[in-house]
């Protein structure tokens, strides 16, 4: 359990060392926490010699003579995403070590280390008791975060928003789990699959309805149609970093836990899961990808705004993996986390664009990045691998193949009308992405003169003189943090298309 813990004591850390250190010293904070995670990083690696479980039944309390199920354990799905936790975070630290001026430091780095103690803890979690507490942990951190822009109405919103709509589904879920356990009479997920299979007739139909709701809540947390509403407003409103970390982080928690309980604890009813996950995957992917669209449209918008419309589009993709693998076996389930592990790869390195961009155009619009080649060559260049990669072309081979796992796991479980519905929205992605890329490489837009009629009355006696021109924008020295994230995420994307089976392996080998 090193691994949660030592997170959760640099989260106690800094929280304390905030009271004592004076303001100078504050960027102090941001070292213990990159600290912390590279130690609980460290930490996973002692742990791959194979499974370890804490926390289990005693004999006596099973009435069987033998230990029963465990609350926690560090199996190899637990340490994959483990590990893609950590980095996210650890970059996520990285983008935010010279931008927490105008934030309280010591309040941003202490609950970016709770919300990341949180999801560590989450896929490792084998009872719902458990499982619900670390999505909480991971959860209620990250409403400060996102509101944390104080005098910020858009943060404000946005934070109140993510609020209400996660507790929300956190009511649904604890719902869900206690109709679950008032039919079986236990939340261990390796129980409840035994007692699943057998619950009494007259306790058939709340065994039923608790699957159902635990589901919804997981639907939410996972930005699946119909319960995304709350991630564009959410991701423009916070600070990037925040919304970098919720599009990698918030997706790794819901969708581990989503995994767990469908395939650990559900197998029973997969005849209920299965068809409702496909229909909620072909619909996210659907809504994710028009609505990015009609984002692209309108050079205007904001550049964060379409990452995270294009963020609930790729969620439907995570979805279909895990859809399969009630039609057919749980290795299917290697698919979602070889996709995972590429999407987090590259959307972090296109929020850390996307960060770098915001220095010199606050506003962030899609019309800012017209021209980037000319000005930051390395930094179009990288995006553009970035967008490449998401979209699955080449030479973003790593995007192709993990879309083409994710399309061979819907084939084997039998689902071609899901295999269709995924291969139109991969044309309508194009669109965006490739139109996005290629307004990296057109020449800057020109500042229009104003004719005399556009410009503001002056009072009178005053001659009218030339007409004003906007100042051409200044170029700023890239801070070397922002740098050396968006450099480790392009050399994780290019390494990774060089030698996909590093991420692939996973999609062919059952994790569990």
């Given at each position: 359990?090193?691994?949660?813990?030592?997170?959760?004591?640099?989260?106690?850390?800094?929280?304390?060392?905030?009271?004592?250190?004076?303001?100078?010293?504050?960027?102090?904070?941001?070292?213990?926490?990159?600290?912390?995670?590279?130690?609980?990083?460290?930490?996973?690696?002692?742990?791959?010699?194979?499974?370890?479980?804490?926390?289990?039944?005693?004999?006596?309390?099973?009435?069987?003579?033998?230990?029963?199920?465990?609350?926690?354990?560090?199996?190899?799905?637990?340490?994959?995403?483990?590990?893609?936790?950590?980095?996210a975070a650890l970059l996520t630290a990285l983008l935010s070590l010279d931008d927490t001026r105008?934030?309280?430091?010591?309040?941003?780095?202490?609950?970016?280390?709770?919300?990341?103690?949180?999801?560590?803890?989450?896929?490792?979690?084998?009872?719902?008791?458990?499982?619900?507490?670390?999505?909480?942990?991971?959860?209620?951190?990250?409403?400060?975060?996102?509101?944390?822009?104080?005098?910020?109405?858009?943060?404000?919103?946005?934070?109140?928003?993510?609020?209400?709509?996660?507790?929300?589904?956190?009511?649904?879920?604890?719902?869900?789990?206690?109709?679950?356990?008032?039919?079986?009479?236990?939340?261990?997920?390796?129980?409840?699959?035994?007692?699943?299979?057998?619950?009494?007739?007259?306790?058939?139909?709340?065994?039923?309805?608790?699957?159902?709701?635990?589901?919804?809540?997981?639907?939410?947390?996972?930005?699946?149609?119909?319960?995304?509403?709350?991630?564009?407003?959410?991701?423009?409103?916070?600070?990037?970093?925040?919304?970098?970390?919720?599009?990698?982080?918030?997706?790794?928690?819901?969708?581990?836990?989503?995994?767990?309980?469908?395939?650990?604890?559900?197998?029973?009813?997969?005849?209920?899961?299965?068809?409702?996950?496909?229909?909620?995957?072909?619909?996210?992917?659907?809504?994710?990808?028009?609505?990015?669209?009609?984002?692209?449209?309108?050079?205007?918008?904001?550049?964060?705004?379409?990452?995270?419309?294009?963020?609930?589009?790729?969620?439907?993709?995570?979805?279909?993996?895990?859809?399969?693998?009630?039609?057919?076996?749980?290795?299917?389930?290697?698919?979602?986390?070889?996709?995972?592990?590429?999407?987090?790869?590259?959307?972090?390195?296109?929020?850390?664009?996307?960060?770098?961009?915001?220095?010199?155009?606050?506003?962030?619009?899609?019309?800012?990045?017209?021209?980037?080649?000319?000005?930051?060559?390395?930094?179009?260049?990288?995006?553009?691998?970035?967008?490449?990669?998401?979209?699955?072309?080449?030479?973003?081979?790593?995007?192709?193949?993990?879309?083409?796992?994710?399309?061979?796991?819907?084939?084997?479980?039998?689902?071609?009308?899901l295999a269709v519905v995924m291969a139109v929205n991969v044309v309508i992605a194009l669109y965006?992405?490739?139109?996005?890329?290629?307004?990296?490489?057109?020449?800057?837009?020109?500042?229009?003169?104003?004719?005399?009629?556009?410009?503001?009355?002056?009072?009178?006696?005053?001659?009218?003189?030339?007409?004003?021109?906007?100042?051409?924008?200044?170029?700023?020295?890239?801070?070397?943090?922002?740098?050396?994230?968006?450099?480790?995420?392009?050399?994780?994307?290019?390494?990774?298309?060089?030698?996909?089976?590093?991420?692939?392996?996973?999609?062919?080998?059952?994790?569990?």
């Amino acid at each position: 359990m090193a691994p949660p813990a030592v997170v959760a004591a640099a989260a106690l850390i800094v929280l304390v060392a905030d009271l004592f250190l004076p303001r100078e010293r504050k960027p102090l904070l941001g070292l213990i926490t990159l600290a912390g995670l590279v130690a609980a990083l460290a930490l996973l690696l002692p742990l791959r010699d194979g499974d370890r479980s804490t926390f289990c039944l005693t004999p006596a309390a099973t009435g069987t003579g033998v230990t029963g199920a465990c609350s926690y354990t560090a199996d190899h799905f637990a340490l994959v995403i483990q590990a893609l936790v950590l980095v996210a975070a650890l970059l996520t630290a990285l983008l935010s070590l010279d931008d927490t001026r105008r934030l309280p430091a010591g309040e941003f780095w202490f609950l970016l280390l709770s919300s990341a103690s949180g999801a560590v803890l989450l896929p490792a979690a084998r009872d719902l008791a458990t499982l619900v507490i670390a999505l909480e942990v991971a959860s209620l951190p990250a409403f400060a975060l996102v509101g944390l822009k104080r005098g910020d109405r858009r943060s404000s919103e946005a934070a109140l928003k993510f609020f209400l709509s996660s507790v929300v589904a956190t009511a649904v879920m604890l719902l869900g789990v206690s109709f679950v356990y008032a039919a079986t009479g236990t939340l261990h997920l390796t129980e409840l699959a035994t007692r699943l299979d057998d619950v009494p007739g007259q306790l058939g139909t709340l065994a039923e309805a608790g699957v159902v709701l635990t589901l919804v809540g997981f639907a939410f947390k996972t930005a699946a149609a119909p319960f995304h509403f709350w991630v564009p407003d959410t991701y423009v409103g916070a600070p990037l970093p925040v919304a970098a970390y919720l599009s990698v982080v918030g997706k790794a928690a819901g969708f581990s836990g989503l995994i767990l309980v469908t395939v650990i604890g559900f197998p029973a009813y997969a005849d209920v899961w299965g068809p409702a996950l496909a229909v909620l995957a072909a619909l996210t992917m659907t809504v994710g990808n028009v609505a990015a669209l009609r984002q692209n449209a309108a050079r205007a918008r904001s550049a964060v705004r379409l990452l995270a419309w294009s963020s609930v589009g790729q969620a439907g993709y995570l979805l279909v993996p895990i859809a399969a693998a009630a039609y057919a076996s749980d290795r299917h389930i290697g698919s979602t986390v070889a996709y995972a592990l590429m999407y987090a790869v590259v959307n972090l390195g296109a929020f850390a664009v996307a960060a770098l961009v915001a220095r010199t155009c606050p506003g962030n619009r899609l019309s800012d990045y017209r021209g980037l080649y000319a000005d930051r060559p390395l930094t179009a260049l990288a995006l553009a691998f970035f967008l490449l990669c998401l979209a699955g072309l080449p030479p973003g081979i790593i995007g192709l193949f993990a879309k083409v796992t994710v399309f061979s796991a819907a084939v084997d479980a039998g689902l071609g009308w899901l295999a269709v519905v995924m291969a139109v929205n991969v044309v309508i992605a194009l669109y965006y992405y490739l139109r996005w890329t290629a307004a990296l490489f057109r020449a800057p837009d020109e500042v229009p003169e104003r004719t005399p009629e556009e410009v503001p009355d002056r009072p009178a006696g005053e001659p009218q003189t030339a007409i004003p021109v906007a100042p051409a924008p200044t170029r700023h020295l890239a801070p070397v943090p922002v740098t050396l994230a968006i450099a480790v995420t392009a050399v994780a994307g290019i390494v990774l298309s060089g030698a996909p089976q590093t991420i692939l392996e996973f999609a062919a080998v059952s994790l569990f």
